[in-house]
C-alpha cells in the first residue's frame, strides 16, 4: 500500500489580486516506510525545539513562517529563526522520506474559467500521476489524503476517474485509463495533527516561492529551497519538465 499526502499553496479564485499560480503538492508513502518516516519527523521537531523552542505540537505551516497573519506562536520567533526553520526543513526532507516520491501540479490560474475548473484540473492531473506510479513503478494500490478541502467535489472527481478516465493518446485519439488502483475515497486530516500534511504544505509553498519569487525575499534564497528536494521528485510525471512538474 502506498499513501499520498496532499496540499495545495495559492487559492484556485480567478480574481486580478489573487495568486497568478494554483500548485497541489503530493508526498506518496510506502506503508512499509510510514513508521520510519514518523520517527525522523519526531526527532527533526524535536531538534527545533531545542533550537527555537517550537513545541512539537505547534503546527509547521510555511506561509506563517515568513509572514505571520494567523500563528500567535511563531510570535515569539525572530523571523530569520522562523526563516531558518523553513530552510532546515526544506534539507531534510529528502533525508527523512529518502525513498518517498513528490508529485507536483503548477497551473497557471488565467487559463482557466472557474475556480472549480483550476482546482478539479490540478486534483485530475496528480490522481492520474498517482495512479500511473502505483500501476507502473509500485505495482500496488493507494489511499489519497488531503488536509481539509472541498472534499466532496474531489470526492465525485475520484468516484469518476475510477470508472471513465480519458487520456490523450500519442496516435491522436483518446483512451480510457480508469485510476482502479487508487482505493476509498479521500480521507482528510486536520493539518495541524499530521506532520506528513505539514510536510506538504511546506512542499507545495517552497514550489510557489520558486515559481513566483518575491522580491523583498530574495535575500533569504526561499526561491532555491524547492531544488533541494530534485532527489525525490517524480520526474516521470512530466518528462518534458527537468523537475517533473506537471504544468497543464
Not at 106 to 119: G, R
Not at 206 to 221: A, H, V
Request: hydrophobic share 35%; net charge positive; proline share 4%.
Amino acid at each position: 500500500m502506498h499513501f499520498i499526502y496532499v496540499d495545495e499553496s495559492g487559492d484556485p479564485g480567478i480574481h486580478q489580486y489573487g495568486s497568478p499560480f494554483y500548485i497541489l503538492s503530493g508526498l506518496v508513502v510506502p506503508q512499509d516506510e510510514w513508521s520510519k518516516y514518523l520517527e525522523r519527523l519526531k526527532t527533526f521537531r524535536q531538534s527545533i525545539k531545542d533550537t527555537y523552542g517550537l513545541q512539537l505540537r505547534e503546527e509547521i505551516h510555511a506561509a506563517e513562517l515568513i509572514r505571520i497573519n494567523k500563528t500567535i506562536s511563531y510570535r515569539s520567533i525572530k523571523k530569520i529563526d522562523r526563516i531558518s526553520i523553513l530552510k532546515a526543513y526544506c534539507q531534510q526532507i529528502p533525508i527523512i522520506f529518502d525513498t518517498a516520491k513528490v508529485i507536483n501540479i503548477c497551473l497557471v490560474k488565467s487559463n482557466f474559467s472557474t475556480p472549480e475548473e483550476v482546482q478539479l484540473t490540478a486534483w485530475n492531473r496528480l490522481i492520474q500521476r498517482f495512479d500511473t506510479f502505483l500501476k507502473k513503478s509500485a505495482k500496488d494500490k493507494g489511499i489519497v489524503i488531503s488536509d481539509e478541502t472541498d472534499g466532496h467535489k474531489i470526492m465525485r472527481l475520484m468516484r469518476k476517474m475510477r470508472v471513465y478516465n480519458p487520456v490523450p493518446s500519442y496516435f491522436g485519439s483518446a483512451y480510457n485509463a480508469p485510476t482502479d488502483n487508487i482505493l476509498e475515497d479521500l480521507l482528510q486530516r486536520n493539518s495541524q495533527h499530521s506532520y506528513f500534511i505539514q510536510t506538504v504544505d511546506v512542499i507545495a509553498h517552497i514550489l510557489y516561492r520558486k515559481e513566483c519569487p518575491k522580491g523583498s525575499l530574495k535575500k533569504y534564497g526561499l526561491e532555491l529551497l524547492f531544488d533541494v528536494l530534485e532527489p525525490i521528485l517524480l520526474k516521470e510525471a512530466a518528462k518534458g519538465d527537468k523537475l517533473g512538474i506537471v504544468r497543464k
